[in-house]
């Protein structure tokens, strides 16, 4: 089961080697073949050229080309030769056209000139390694060295007639078609023999038995398996190898996937490869980054949902308290007189308003984190939201001798909820006055620049601290020092709004100078 891929890969290698070598076996096997009878064949012709080109040289061609051998004793082949021996036996006649077959051979009976013929012919078959016939084209009379001599007379197989007729007429031919008149399937080249008046005065044909040609094939086809043996073998083992290499990342993948299944995401695979298996390992080692990234805001987030339990408990338990204790104490009776039972019930009054704006930032919080909460989004003058926004929070900065501005010389269109923007710039306002001094100025401003706005909140107050900037806007995080009745939600509502809306917004402060709120986002596009 653990190799059952390396296996596989293996039978493919092996049967896809196996194919090719039958294939290339095939194509070779046939180019060869081809080609070693195009060289048999080639080599045949040139032996018959240059034996054509010396026998009108050499001793005794002459007569037996222009007069025969006077063999008063020669008699004619007996009838019970081979059936193969196409020409027939026609007595001491022969037809005006026929042609006449005389073999020669070496005894001590035969006469001088007949073993001198003889002899000729064999040397011509040894030095050609071949049997050899020597046609005289005056006499029709086709000489050849053989054990059964005689004269064989009469008309001669097509396949002898058509390759003389062309020898005959000067060119070299070739032919697969002897082998009833010489005993064995034979490759016969002729080539003509010129007189020297440059006339055509014979032929000389080779014959070359086929069966060594085949065996040169079978040699070298056997040689050719043994090589695809070898090579299948070389093969084998090296596509094992390779296959162990291939395999040998996806184990390491496979390791690296078990440990992120038990939780161990800083594992990683280590492989770099510029291919398809070296991106299937990138992808897994940054699947195990985010898988880790996501496991420490798991963490991160389980922290958080701790702190604010932790947070929420204490914001209700201290006026819970308190009104417990006061509540205790006026049912007791021990508080008689009326301006202290009345200071005490204002105490009550104040820690019921800290306990309903608390549940009531809670409510909008969780409303606005709800991926179901909708929002009415219509074409808006965002200037008018922050104009009324402005407006309503001028009574708590009168209170403080806080003077609010307000500086938009442009409108500012876009889509959105026109109570959920006011409510944006109440909080950013809220903060920057409650965390201005009396005599100080809170100042709005707003510009447009091509397609795009932006609006700030800018107060002079205290600032907020380098290490507390990041945070400003998680839930609960409020300066007691500096805001003793703040919940710590109103910037994480502000944040909420401003996300629905597709609205950037950007703290920037410094401790004794002032902060500064940044509201960025587009313009309605049908205003452009």
């Given at each position: 089961m653990k190799h059952r891929l390396t296996k596989r890969l293996l039978a493919y290698f092996s049967l896809t080697l196996l194919l090719f070598a039958l294939l290339c076996g095939a194509v070779f096997s046939w180019l060869f073949t081809r080609y070693s009878q195009q060289v048999?064949?080639?080599?045949?012709?040139?032996?018959?050229?240059?034996?054509?080109?010396?026998?009108?040289?050499?001793?005794?061609?002459?007569?037996?080309?222009?007069?025969?051998?006077?063999?008063?004793n020669a008699a004619i082949a007996p009838a019970s030769r081979s059936p193969h021996h196409m020409m027939r036996h026609m007595g001491s006649g022969r037809a005006q056209h026929g042609w006449c077959r005389q073999q020669y051979g070496v005894s001590a009976t035969a006469p001088a000139a007949a073993n001198q013929a003889g002899q000729f012919l064999w040397q011509l078959d040894q030095m050609m390694q071949g049997k050899v016939w020597l046609v005289a084209a005056k006499n029709h009379?086709?000489?050849?060295?053989?054990?059964?001599?005689?004269?064989?007379?009469?008309?001669?197989?097509?396949?002898?007639?058509?390759?003389?007729?062309?020898?005959?007429?000067?060119?070299?031919?070739?032919?697969?078609?002897?082998?009833?008149?010489?005993?064995?399937?034979?490759?016969?080249?002729?080539?003509?023999?010129?007189g020297e008046d440059g006339a055509v005065i014979g032929a000389v044909l080779i014959h070359r038995p086929l069966q060594e040609m085949r065996q040169t094939l079978s040699e070298g086809l056997r040689l050719?398996?043994?090589?695809?043996?070898?090579?299948?073998?070389?093969?084998?083992?090296?596509?094992?190898?390779?296959?162990?290499?291939?395999?040998?990342?996806?184990y390491r993948m496979q390791a690296v996937a078990r440990s992120f299944a038990q939780a161990r995401y800083d594992e990683r695979t280590g492989i770099?490869?510029?291919?398809?298996?070296?991106?299937?390992?990138?992808?897994?080692?940054?699947?195990?980054?985010?898988?880790?990234?996501?496991?420490?805001?798991?963490?991160?987030l389980t922290q958080q949902r701790q702190d604010f339990l932790s947070a929420i408990s204490h914001e209700l338990r201290t006026p819970l308290t308190v009104l417990r204790g006061t509540a205790e104490l006026l049912v007791s009776g021990l508080v008689t007189h009326e301006a202290e039972r009345g200071k005490y019930l204002h105490q009550m009054m104040e820690n019921l308003s800290v306990l309903e704006r608390l549940v009531g930032d809670l409510l909008e919080l969780s409303r606005l984190q709800n991926p179901g909460f909708t929002m009415e989004m219509t074409p808006l003058d965002f200037r008018e939201a922050i104009q009324e926004a402005a407006g309503s929070i001028q009574p708590v900065a009168a209170a403080k001798a806080v003077e609010v501005t307000v500086k938009l010389s442009?409108?500012?269109?876009?889509?959105?909820d026109y109570g959920r923007l006011r409510q944006l710039v109440v909080i950013l306002l809220d903060n920057a006055v409650k965390f201005s001094a009396a005599g100080q100025t809170v100042e709005i401003r707003g510009q447009r620049e091509l397609d795009s706005w932006q609006v700030t909140v800018e107060d002079h107050g205290c600032g907020?601290?380098?290490?507390?900037?990041?945070?400003?806007?998680?839930?609960?995080?409020?300066?007691?020092?500096?805001?003793?009745q703040g919940t710590g939600m109103g910037l994480a509502i502000a944040r909420e709004i401003a996300d629905r809306h597709g609205i950037a917004i950007a703290c920037t402060s410094e401790q004794g100078v002032g902060t500064r709120f940044i509201l960025s986002g587009r313009l309605l596009a049908e205003t452009l």
């Amino acid at each position: 089961m653990k190799h059952r891929l390396t296996k596989r890969l293996l039978a493919y290698f092996s049967l896809t080697l196996l194919l090719f070598a039958l294939l290339c076996g095939a194509v070779f096997s046939w180019l060869f073949t081809r080609y070693s009878q195009q060289v048999y064949e080639q080599e045949l012709r040139q032996r018959a050229e240059t034996l054509a080109a010396a026998i009108p040289s050499l001793a005794g061609s002459q007569q037996l080309l222009a007069e025969g051998v006077a063999d008063e004793n020669a008699a004619i082949a007996p009838a019970s030769r081979s059936p193969h021996h196409m020409m027939r036996h026609m007595g001491s006649g022969r037809a005006q056209h026929g042609w006449c077959r005389q073999q020669y051979g070496v005894s001590a009976t035969a006469p001088a000139a007949a073993n001198q013929a003889g002899q000729f012919l064999w040397q011509l078959d040894q030095m050609m390694q071949g049997k050899v016939w020597l046609v005289a084209a005056k006499n029709h009379t086709i000489y050849a060295y053989g054990e059964n001599t005689g004269r064989e007379d009469g008309e001669l197989p097509p396949a002898v007639s058509e390759i003389l007729q062309q020898v005959l007429a000067g060119r070299t031919a070739v032919s697969r078609d002897f082998g009833a008149l010489i005993d064995t399937p034979s490759l016969t080249v002729g080539a003509p023999l010129w007189g020297e008046d440059g006339a055509v005065i014979g032929a000389v044909l080779i014959h070359r038995p086929l069966q060594e040609m085949r065996q040169t094939l079978s040699e070298g086809l056997r040689l050719l398996v043994i090589s695809v043996l070898l090579g299948l073998l070389l093969a084998g083992i090296l596509a094992l190898l390779l296959t162990r290499r291939f395999i040998a990342p996806l184990y390491r993948m496979q390791a690296v996937a078990r440990s992120f299944a038990q939780a161990r995401y800083d594992e990683r695979t280590g492989i770099s490869q510029q291919d398809e298996i070296g991106m299937l390992a990138g992808d897994i080692d940054r699947l195990g980054g985010r898988l880790e990234a996501a496991r420490q805001e798991r963490e991160q987030l389980t922290q958080q949902r701790q702190d604010f339990l932790s947070a929420i408990s204490h914001e209700l338990r201290t006026p819970l308290t308190v009104l417990r204790g006061t509540a205790e104490l006026l049912v007791s009776g021990l508080v008689t007189h009326e301006a202290e039972r009345g200071k005490y019930l204002h105490q009550m009054m104040e820690n019921l308003s800290v306990l309903e704006r608390l549940v009531g930032d809670l409510l909008e919080l969780s409303r606005l984190q709800n991926p179901g909460f909708t929002m009415e989004m219509t074409p808006l003058d965002f200037r008018e939201a922050i104009q009324e926004a402005a407006g309503s929070i001028q009574p708590v900065a009168a209170a403080k001798a806080v003077e609010v501005t307000v500086k938009l010389s442009e409108s500012l269109p876009v889509a959105g909820d026109y109570g959920r923007l006011r409510q944006l710039v109440v909080i950013l306002l809220d903060n920057a006055v409650k965390f201005s001094a009396a005599g100080q100025t809170v100042e709005i401003r707003g510009q447009r620049e091509l397609d795009s706005w932006q609006v700030t909140v800018e107060d002079h107050g205290c600032g907020i601290a380098a290490a507390d900037l990041p945070y400003i806007f998680d839930r609960f995080h409020a300066r007691r020092e500096n805001n003793a009745q703040g919940t710590g939600m109103g910037l994480a509502i502000a944040r909420e709004i401003a996300d629905r809306h597709g609205i950037a917004i950007a703290c920037t402060s410094e401790q004794g100078v002032g902060t500064r709120f940044i509201l960025s986002g587009r313009l309605l596009a049908e205003t452009l």
